[in-house]
């Protein structure tokens, strides 16, 4: 007698990282041994990314966990699968229960993520039995004016780290003079702690193309690019894809969602470059020169791409636009505090029990995403430092966790939101080596356009060195902590962008909370902040 | 012991690029026919190249200007800004060892440290004496929470420990 086995192994980057293709291959194996008729669905990542790979199996009940399972297990597993199946139940020291009553799923907010890790990412009926097109069809039904309007009243900023309107964004756009215009959404997610990008364009790929979709119609562009790095070729194979079925299914292409309207799509790869994902370096790379910083004005929604006002907007924030579109602005508005409007998807990374992606509405704070879900560190050691908003945020440390997390609350104590990504270091970490690496990184990685960031960086790997060397000569460390002070004001104050502009944040920040890393005495709390700034 | 052979020299400055072989010079040809009038094609044209040769040969790049109209300069100008892109031909296996912050917190650096001991290589010499691996740093793979993490030939690998990594290395069957 056979049985039917319906099971779901991520087809997801962190997935597959973790032995995802072996743990599928076993299965397959346990199947043709047993006669069972399986069916194995590639689904997106659920985010728990401490239990991948995450084995999950229909039962009348709903999906059932298992993680983080290996290939080795599947033999002990599989008489339990078969079991919960059939409603029966089960019990092994790896399952997690139905995987939406896990806590650490089911206390978070998904608006962008409701679908990751649920559907099949490539399977166009999946995604329209998940509410799936149902912005860019309310899109279609209106006019340019009303989904400007919906954007800007909804309070959307802009996900990748700028955080600026994305509706005012749009509006210029829009407005520009000129009859070609392009959408490019800026898929370089190259801060360290951050993956949400990723998880989307492996996970969800349509609902980027949705977004970018809507932002065409609203602006009067024909033409779209997405600008993938190169460390993500799982994430361009995918998209591939997916704009392939969403162009031949008619919901991008020739006639957008029956709308009249021409929107092309194409994903280029960038290269390596970390500073090509600032927006501007990132339009010289589209157009095949080196990643090198334009200077603004011009704004890139007026003169963008190969001259064109061009809408630029990062991932998460084009991901977002479906929601309000087919929820209503006043939906995702209501998520949020202050001038911050609805979720983020912050990225639980580095040394932490319980990495992975928490999309929670702003105003939570560090502490409840350290404890409440992270769980502490995985080493099992106190937590010393850590750093919001990848490698050009700040690091914080404990007298700062529980500042809300919100764009003006974080910008008020000198450190950054960004793109969410949240990086752990425990009590064995030294600061003032991660002080160097900042600059060393800035060094590596900066397009050489302004003196500040290219020699400032260099300067600045040099001062640290010295500083740490000098640790029993006051007099030198003074002044070299002196140098490296002035150095950061004038690359924060002179820098043509973020790259040198913000490097100064986690080298700050780690000189004024843990002053003993570099040989000082503690500082005085009340200054802490302030110099930061 | 042989000296390693050297079959693409690194590009010398300003001088005439070396000619490309036939098998290149129908590599590069095939890209640009194929890819020469997309908008903003230079860097879709280097990674076709690279994609199917595992380098960009030097010679290709007065061919590449040609045919789009750019100066050697230029396209030299971006071969060399992009880490990604090589001028001279990767050792057989190609690893690749995330130095990020979210690695560093797990152990990243020592795991770059052991690769490199172990395989011969270094930060001034990526591809070791016998060609048969390269080590490169890479600056975050997207696999924060899993740390540390490294790309061996192009596939990912996750929550590395030291035996995993000697492992993995193991299995390239190139290492004693």
Redesign the interface.
């Known amino acids: 007698m056979s049985a039917a086995l319906t099971l779901y192994v991520p087809r997801d980057?962190?997935a597959?990282?973790?032995g995802a293709d072996a743990v599928v291959d076993a299965l397959r194996a346990q199947a043709a041994a047993t006669g069972t008729e399986l069916t194995v669905v590639r689904n997106g990542s659920r985010g728990l990314?401490?239990l991948?790979v995450l084995l999950e199996v229909a039962t009348p009940q709903g999906r059932v966990a298992y993680g983080p399972v290996s290939a080795e297990d599947v033999p002990t597993l599989w008489p339990v699968l078969l079991a919960d199946a059939a409603g029966q139940g089960g019990s092994h020291p790896l399952r997690q229960g139905v995987t939406e009553q896990i806590p650490y799923l089911a206390r978070q907010e998904r608006l962008t993520f409701a679908r990751v890790g649920v559907t099949d990412p490539l399977s166009l009926g999946d995604y329209a039995a998940h509410e799936g097109w149902a912005g860019l069809k309310a899109a279609v039904a209106q006019d340019s004016a009303a989904i400007l309007q919906a954007v800007t009243h909804s309070g959307l900023r802009g996900r990748g780290g700028a955080a600026f309107p994305a509706g005012i964004k749009w509006r210029t756009v829009a407005q520009a003079p000129g009859s070609i215009k392009y959408v490019v959404c800026n898929a370089d997610?190259?801060?360290?702690?951050?993956?949400a990008d990723?998880m989307v364009m492996e996970g969800d790929p349509y609902l980027l193309i949705e977004g970018m979709a809507i932002a065409a119609l609203a602006v009067g562009a024909e033409q779209g690019f997405i600008y993938v790095r190169?460390?993500?070729?799982q994430a361009v194979a995918v998209l591939a894809e997916a704009i392939e079925r969403a162009t031949q299914a008619g919901w991008i292409g020739a006639n957008v969602a029956g709308s009249g309207k021409r929107f092309d799509l194409q994903v280029?790869?960038?290269?390596?470059?970390?500073v090509c994902g600032e927006e501007t370096a990132m339009l010289e790379?589209?157009?095949?020169?080196?990643?090198i910083v334009r200077a603004k004005p011009p704004l890139p929604a007026l003169q963008g791409l190969?001259g064109q006002p061009t809408v630029i907007n990062n991932v998460l924030t084009f991901a977002a636009v479906p929601t309000i579109l087919a929820r209503g602005a006043d939906f995702y508005r209501h998520y949020g505090v202050g001038r911050s409007h609805g979720t983020l998807p912050f990225?639980?990374?580095?040394?932490?029990r319980h990495?992975?992606?928490v999309e929670k509405a702003f105003g939570l704070t560090l502490r409840e995403l350290l404890d409440g879900f992270g769980g502490g560190t995985?080493?099992g050691r106190p937590i010393k430092a850590v750093?919001v908003g990848g490698?050009l945020g700040a690091y914080l440390s404990e007298s700062q966790w529980d500042v809300p997390l919100d764009y003006e609350a974080y910008a008020a104590i000198g450190a950054v939101v960004g793109h969410g990504?949240i990086?752990?270091?425990?009590d064995t970490?030294d600061l003032a080596a991660?002080a160097r690496?900042a600059m060393e990184?800035c060094a590596?990685?900066s397009c050489g356009k302004c003196t500040p960031c290219r020699i400032g960086s260099t300067r600045g790997v040099e001062v640290i060195d010295r500083l740490v060397a000098n640790r029993a000569n006051p007099q030198v460390h003074e002044q070299q902590v002196t140098l490296l002070r002035d150095l950061c004001d004038t690359m924060l104050g002179g820098s043509l962008c973020a790259m040198g502009g913000m490097t100064p944040y986690p080298v700050l920040s780690a000189l004024n909370h843990y002053p003993a890393d570099f040989g000082l005495a503690p500082a005085p709390v009340a200054s802490e902040t302030a110099a930061a700034n | 012991m042989n000296a390693p052979d050297r079959a693409a020299a690194a590009p010398s400055a300003g001088g005439p690029a070396p000619q490309l072989n036939p098998a290149e010079q129908a590599v590069v040809d095939a890209v640009l026919a194929e890819r020469r009038h997309l908008?903003?094609?230079?860097?879709?044209i280097?990674?076709g190249i690279q994609d199917r040769l595992g380098y960009v040969p030097p010679g290709a790049q007065p061919v590449i200007a040609r045919a789009?109209q750019l100066s050697r300069a230029?396209v030299h100008?971006?071969v060399t800004?992009?880490?990604?892109?090589r001028s001279e031909p990767a050792g057989r296996h190609v690893l690749q060892v995330c130095r990020?912050?979210?690695?560093?917190?797990?152990g990243g650096e020592a795991l770059l440290a052991q690769a490199r001991e172990r395989l011969g290589c270094s930060e001034a010499q990526p591809t070791n004496a016998a060609r048969s691996h390269t080590v490169e740093p890479?600056?975050?793979?997207?696999?924060?929470?899993?740390?540390p993490?490294a790309m061996l030939d192009?596939?990912?690998?996750?929550?590395l420990t030291p035996a995993r990594l000697e492992a993995l290395l193991a299995a390239t069957g190139e290492i004693a």
Do not use: K
């Not at chain 2, 800004?81 to 892109?85: A, C, I």
């Not at chain 2, 890479?138 to 740390?147: F, I, N």
């Not at chain 2, 192009?154 to 929550?159: K, P, S």
């Open positions: 980057s962190a597959l990282a973790v990314l401490w991948e997610e190259g801060d360290s702690g951050t993956f990723r190169s460390e993500y070729p280029r790869m960038g290269a390596g470059s970390y790379s589209l157009e095949g020169r080196r990643g190969f990225q639980l990374a580095g040394n932490i990495g992975g992606l995985r080493s750093q490698p990504g990086v752990v270091h425990d970490a991660l690496y990184f590596l990685e | 908008a903003g094609a230079l860097l879709p280097l990674h789009l230029e100008g971006v800004f992009y880490h990604h892109f990020a912050e979210a690695c560093q917190a797990c890479t600056y975050c793979l997207g696999l924060c929470a899993q740390s993490a192009g596939r990912l690998h996750a929550r």
